[in-house]
T-cell receptor
Framework: GAGVSQSPSNKVTEKGKDVELRCDPISGHTALYWYRQSLGQGLEFLIY????????KSGLPSDRFSAERTGGSVSTLTIQRTQQEDSAVYLCASSGAGGNQPQHFGDGTRLSIL | AQSVTQLGSHVSVSEGALVLLRCNYS??????LFWYVQYPNQGLQLLLK??????LVKGINGFEAEFKKSETSFHLTKPSAHMSDAAEYFC????????????FGSGTQLTVLP
């Protein structure tokens, strides 16, 4: 079956521009997560959506980062006024309900800020 | 707060030799524990998970891990390494309840020598 799909796979943009990253979770998965993977910081949690509940935004590094999930499915992570330190791989994961359900990851979006 | 420590950022083994990747966790409540593998330019693939059932957990590709509460460890092993096992391995922990985001270790790069 289809896994988690992320687009674009690569994004190069200039400092100061806004970017949008898209995630299509596995059908039927109610939970959706965004993580960031960078050389200096490893894998960091950004934001978590569960059903219709308010998202857990505790991992967002600044107010330039935001995310939404429309219709309980597709999610978009937006970074405004990008900085060079935003360069990283952004990974999306989804899972079924229940804390013991494993998260399934997409291949990520590699973001490079010039 | 919870954290994960992976001892050894790089591990090299000969093909056919035992693979042992170390993971220690700290958590104030009983955790869920996971091992993921990442191949170059790909997302994370689940190897196995511990969710408070059997302490010895078998995963894909011949890997297994043993949960030892007294040692707060969840080491990953494979009896005989294969060239295709060369990748980066991440140990991760999540809590039960509402906060289900994963906290990752810093990763161990496994090299398999011919």
């Amino acid at each position: 079956g289809a896994g988690v799909s992320q687009s674009p796979s690569n994004k190069v943009t200039e400092k100061g521009k806004d970017v949008e990253l898209r995630c299509d979770p596995i059908s039927g998965h109610t939970a959706l997560y965004w993580y960031r993977q960078s050389l200096g910081q490893g894998l960091e949690f950004l934001i978590y959506f569960q059903g219709n509940s308010a998202p857990d935004k505790s991992g967002l590094p600044s107010d330039r980062f935001s995310a939404e999930r429309t219709g309980g499915s597709v999610s978009t992570l937006t970074i405004q006024r990008t900085q060079q330190e935003d360069s990283a791989v952004y990974l999306c994961a989804s899972s079924g309900a229940g804390g013991n359900q494993p998260q399934h990851f997409g291949d990520g979006t590699r973001l490079s800020i010039l | 707060a919870q954290s994960v420590t992976q001892l050894g950022s790089h591990v090299s083994v000969s093909e056919g030799a035992l693979v042992l990747l170390r993971c220690n966790y700290s958590s104030s409540v009983p955790p869920y524990l996971f091992w993921y593998v990442q191949y170059p330019n790909q997302g994370l693939q689940l190897l196995l998970k511990y969710t408070s059932a059997a302490t010895l957990v078998k995963g894909i590709n011949g890997f297994e891990a043993e949960f030892k509460k007294s040692e707060t460890s969840f080491h990953l092993t494979k009896p005989s390494a294969h060239m295709s096992d060369a990748a980066e391995y991440f140990c991760a922990v999540s809590r039960s309840g509402s906060a289900r985001q994963l906290t990752f270790g810093s990763g161990t790069q496994l090299t398999v020598l011919p």
